[in-house]
């Protein structure tokens, strides 16, 4: 999983969403279509082209109070309409550690 | 013990009101997030996958029970009931939110604890061996000298902005449990012809992406000159490290390109310029360091007790005892290794519940005193021998007495693709895997001494490079591959291990070590000959052929 902090230049092969960190607790969240952030995949705005994509960063990155970190990742859009992590490292971020842990996380 | 005196506190409470403006101009947008980050770095917080990240030292790996007790509070209180002890002694928390940080910090400063330059690029914490003050045959406490060290470059206006991280590393035995060689700047005290006690320094050594074994740039320094031959060492690092190249810019990479021989020569030009300034270390300010560090009123006590005797007849007793206590340089003592590592579980993770009830058996049965190793194991540095078997119990029942200690199952591993942000591949699930699949303590004990490390990524935080085998997590094409290594080692005779062959899948990586460790069991000469040297006495072809050969 290459890391999205080396993410350079922006050309998308398929869906793709904004994520980022949320400032003052760190958590995970994803750009919505209203031009804010949801905890939950499920309300991510989802785009196609290279184009949207850069756009989709571009105002994402603006909000620099409410987010952290935002980069661009390839989501998977099932046939029933869900939107599902494209790569390992980012079912981690959307569904938590793969380990068991003593402890309820 | 070392005990802070007022100027110690000072600076911590003042540091935690300056972050907690710091973050609150953050939150509220008088900061920017690049203004910000190199601030929060500074104090040990980092941004992965899921949530901030807080690294908190435990300078030279000694913790009072208090200290413990407060890091369960702050496991508890601000994040999810547990933490992470690293290969750096310090310990990290995983789900903590800014806003809460600055609280956090303030708790944590009441028992003298801080997270200051626990990451960034100037000097981090100063480790040491983790036995410190109570091995057998040790010179004396490496724990003043590590002390001193980190007074001397704590907010170090001239290390605090260097190339790169900078990472020291002190040891007093012949033995190096500190992993010396890998460091920045390794010392390791001895006693010259003449009987002085001094340093052998050594230079460049670290791991990440380019390893290499740190060089003695000096044989023997005196302490009176150890801070200005450190300074040194750091000065010529400030004014020709790389600055433009992050892969290029720690001190190893200097060393490498200048050759040890023109680096010394660099040093020794800068040193004699100042060697005999402010920078002298006169005894009594050593004095004044020795004075404030408190060691136990030892009792005379008898080497086997009864309580000993009796216990031996109990084979699992036996079977802990044998793997999990060492030699204490008292008699009637023991240095007893908490194990972290149990079968299943996350390498170096403690739970809060834990925390505080070995913080409760460090006052009962260690006068109140805890170790952390780079090993990601704890230990109890002064239990008294007819302790051992309570003790044994007592800790057999919050899951930290695994005798496992230094066997295939006492796994060094980073937190990986689970948590990490630079992580390419998981590290955990691969140790909890290992650890199920040599979770039979007679075949473990049967393989030996065998120390196995594992990275998520080509940083190199869990020491992959020195583990007598070493697991590299990478990414191919979008799946986890690793690399295995085998024939390191981080003692005091450290090399870095051979690439065996090509990486193999995430799902393949537990069959590989085991036919590693089949190969092994087959090549040895006789029971007590370590993995490793029968590594280095074949080298890596028999266990290449063995992996590969069906693959």
């Known amino acids: 999983m290459t890391s999205p902090l080396e993410q350079k230049k922006i050309r998308i092969t398929g869906p793709s ?55 661009i990742a390839p989501v998977e859009i099932k046939n029933s309409g869900a939107i599902k992590p494209g790569n390992l490292r980012e079912h981690i971020r959307a569904e938590g550690l793969t380990i068991d842990l003593s402890v309820p996380a | 013990m070392y005990a802070y005196d007022e100027l110690d506190r000072t600076l911590i409470n003042e540091r935690v009101s300056e972050f907690r403006d710091q973050v609150k101009r953050r939150l509220s947008g008088e900061l920017t997030e690049d203004e910000f980050k190199m601030l929060r770095l500074q104090n040990g917080v980092y941004l992965q996958l899921h949530a901030y990240m807080f690294r908190v030292a435990i300078p030279y790996g000694t913790l009072s029970s208090e200290q413990l007790r407060r890091l369960a509070h702050v496991a508890r209180r601000y994040d999810r009931g547990y933490g992470h002890f690293t290969t750096r002694q ?42 410190a003050g109570v091995a057998p045959g040790e010179i004396e406490d490496p724990r003043i000298w590590s002390e001193l060290l980190r007074q001397y470059t704590t907010l170090h206006p001239e ?156 084979p699992l007793f036996e079977r802990w005892r044998k793997n999990s206590v060492f030699p204490h340089k008292v008699p009637g003592y023991a240095i007893v290794v908490l194990s972290l590592k149990p079968v299943g579980g996350p390498p170096g993770d403690a739970t809060a519940e834990q925390m505080d009830a070995i913080a409760d058996l460090a006052d009962k049965y260690s006068f109140g005193e805890i170790r952390v190793g780079h090993e990601q194991n704890l230990a109890l540095p002064h239990v008294a021998r007819r302790d051992l078997p309570v003790l044994w119990q007592a800790l057999d029942k919050i899951g930290v007495a695994t005798p496992n200690v230094n066997l295939v199952s006492d796994i060094i591993a980073c937190p990986g693709l689970d948590y990490c942000s630079l992580a390419n591949a998981r590290s955990i699930p691969i140790a909890q895997e290992l650890t199920r699949r040599f979770a039979n303590h007679d ?22 490079h020195v583990g007598h085998i070493g697991i590299l997590g990478v990414e191919k094409n979008g799946d986890e591959f690793y690399q295995i290594t085998i024939g390191g080692r981080a003692d005091e005779n450290a090399e870095v291990g051979t690439l065996i062959g090509p990486a193999v899948k995430y799902g393949e990586v537990a069959d590989v070590i085991e036919d590693i460790v089949e190969a092994y069991l087959a090549l040895r000469t006789r029971p007590d000959e370590l993995f490793v040297d029968t590594v280095k006495r074949l080298g890596v072809e028999p266990f290449r052929e063995r992996v590969y050969a069906t693959r």
């Not at chain 1, 995970?28 to 184009?51: F, K, N, P, Q």
Request: proline share 3%.
């Open chain 2, 443 to 464: 075949t473990a004990n049967l393989i030996g001494r065998l120390h196995i490390n594992i990275s998520g990524c080509i940083n190199a935080c869990g020491h992959h």
């Open chain 2, 90 to 131: 310090n310990i990290q928390f995983n789900w903590i939110k800014l806003a809460e940080l600055p609280d956090a910090l303030s708790d944590l400063a009441e028992v003298g604890i801080h997270a200051m330059q626990t990451s960034g690029n100037n000097t981090r914490n100063v480790t040491s061996d983790q036995w």
């Open chain 2, 159 to 314: 290390f605090s902005f260097l190339p790169r991280k900078f990472k020291f590393a002190i040891t007093a035995s012949a033995h190096d449990r500190a992993a010396i060689k890998v460091h920045d700047i390794g010392l390791r005290l001895h006693r010259n012809a003449e009987g002085e006690t001094g340093f052998e320094v050594l230079v460049g050594g670290g791991l990440g992406r380019t390893p290499f074994i740190g060089k003695t740039i000096k044989p023997f320094v005196l302490g009176r000159d150890l801070l200005s031959y450190v300074e040194a060492i750091l000065r010529v690092y400030n004014q020709y490290g790389r600055r433009d190249n992050i892969y290029k810019a720690r001190i190893k990479i200097l060393v490498h390109e200048l050759g040890i021989e023109k680096f010394a020569q660099e040093v020794e030009e800068e040193w004699l310029q100042i060697r005999d300034s402010a920078l002298v270390l006169d005894e009594a300010v050593v004095e004044e360091v020795r004075s404030r560090f408190s060691y136990p009123v030892y009792e005379k006590l008898p080497h086997m007790p009864d309580e000993l005797k009796k216990a031996a007849h109990d």
């Open chain 1, 17 to 71: 969403v904004v994520t980022a960190n949320r400032t003052w607790d760190g958590a995970v969240i994803w750009r919505t279509a209203a031009h804010g952030w949801s905890a939950e995949l499920a309300d991510a705005a989802v785009v196609r082209t290279s184009d949207e994509a850069r756009a989709l960063l571009a105002e994402s990155v603006a909000d620099d109070v409410g987010a952290i970190g935002a980069y």
